[in-house]
């Protein structure tokens, strides 16, 4: 583990980046990060209470508009397929991409939360502990297996022949099969595991290597390959219960006051702070010349490529959710729309 003092990030206005607004959707409610998936080619969102909707990412316009139910708990994109659970009808769809048409659909139980895809397994359930883990065929939605119990787990992360599953607030994780749910090996973590309520506390760093969030303000490090876990970093200050999330080779740590610690993800070496006394929320987006990051009231953030604050753009009176897709554009979940940006250099 390495710890050392960070350097805060100071304010400066140079930014060669334009930001352009593109087309706008509304969507009839409030934004939602979970009912929506971003691809370089696709946009789909949940909409209208009951609709999920696949947008052109260039120009807005509707390639189809199925109805789902009400606020899906997750949708998720997975090569050809597109895959749902809305909160009101315990029914896992699986669409066809190109055109929206219903490939298959399968029973889950009510308020089933994760939905994890690995290689060809569909992973359904253990949200807050309310249901078991079932495993789906991809390709047909047969049902593979089914815990006997219920299972209280973060959002689950696909690891080599299964998937990651820990229980927040306990220090221990598991690797599970994915054919049949067996245990395949298990880790002690240092300190307990982070309660992400909407999301994970896994990240994925290479094929075999995760790192964890832990404690208040600590990531431990898991490979398959060893027993042991170890801790990885520990930050300065208090970190958000979520994963790190990745930009342009460095891991980007949420903070719980906002901002973010910056990690270099092969030596743990601490990079710098960004702390811009704002909630951030969505993805750290890369840019030409550095990232874009948004804010809670609406703000899109400019870093420099070294994480200096360069710019602000007010985009909105508020952002729920900030997604990239290709490296010129993004998508901003306001107040009541979906917002297409484009970033010029």
Sequence with gaps: MRRMRLPTVMWSWWSDAVIEMGWERPLHQRGVASGLAVTNGHVIVHERSTRLVSLDPADGSVRWDVPVGTWPRAVVVVGDRCLAIPQDNPRLSCLDLATGQEIWSADVPAVPGHLVVSANVVLVGGWRGYTPLRAFDLATGQLRWETERRIDTVLPVPAGDGFLIGEPRDTRVRLIDRHDGRELSAWQLPQPLA???????????????????????????????????????????????????????????????????????????????????????????????????????????????????????????????????????????????????TIRK
């Design 195 to 341: 309660d992400n309520d909407a999301g994970s506390s896994i990240s994925t760093v290479g094929p075999d290597r995760f790192l964890l969030r832990c404690g208040p303000r600590a990531l431990a490090e898991i490979v398959l390959s060893v027993d042991t876990a170890r801790e990885f970093v520990r930050a300065e200050t208090g970190l958000a219960a979520a994963a790190p999330g990745h930009a342009r080779g460095l891991l980007w740590l949420p903070e719980d006051r906002g901002g973010y610690t910056v990690v270099d993800p092969t030596a743990g070496r601490l990079q710098w702070r960004v702390d811009v006394g704002q909630r951030l929320v969505g993805d750290v987006v890369p840019t030409a010349d550095g990232f874009l990051v948004a804010s809670a009231s609406g703000t899109l953030l400019h870093l420099t490529s070294d994480g200096r604050l360069a710019k602000r753009t007010s985009v909105a009176r508020r952002i729920w959710g900030l997604r990239g897709a290709a490296t010129d554009q993004l998508f901003a979940l306001t107040k009541g729309a979906l917002l297409a940006i």
